[in-house]
């Protein structure tokens, strides 16, 4: 049984830095593509950022380039560190591992998901 744990979210001003982090077990952590997703209210959840299995490779959605790092430990965790948070960036925050296959790939489609977090809240305020 896959068991995903985030912790990091928070209450902040925009502007201001929060980092998520995704505890799961290192067989998880080293071996599959893991990502962060993100739902705010009335909306789709929405492909935030991916990491390959290899930890090699990493891709993020637009609107959040350049102020968000995501990272894995290959031990126990996963991470997204979030900068220049933005309200428009409030939402729940769902770390997510990937079912698909390859050592490089990363999968921005919710489909290719098959185990989820519980979701930790991120609220910036104006």
């Known amino acids: 049984q896959v068991q995903l744990v985030e912790s990091g979210g928070g209450l902040v001003q925009a502007g201001g830095s929060l980092r998520l982090s995704c505890a799961a077990s290192?067989?998880?952590?080293?071996?599959?593509?893991m990502g962060w997703f993100r739902q705010a209210p009335g909306k789709e959840r929405e492909f935030v950022a991916g990491?390959?299995?290899?930890?090699?490779?990493t891709y993020y959605v637009d609107s959040v380039k350049g102020r968000f790092t995501i990272s894995k430990n290959n031990v126990n965790a996963m991470y997204l560190q979030m900068n220049s948070l933005k309200p428009e960036d409030t939402a729940v925050y769902y770390c997510?591992?990937?079912?698909?296959?390859?050592?490089?790939?990363?999968?921005?489609?919710?489909?290719?998901?098959?185990?989820w977090g519980q979701g930790t809240q991120v609220t910036v305020s104006s």
């Open positions: 997510a591992v990937a079912t698909g296959s390859g050592w490089d790939t990363i999968f921005t489609a919710t489909s290719k998901y098959g185990y």
């Open positions: 290192k067989r998880i952590v080293s071996n599959y593509a």
């Open positions: 990491i390959s299995a290899s930890g090699g490779s």
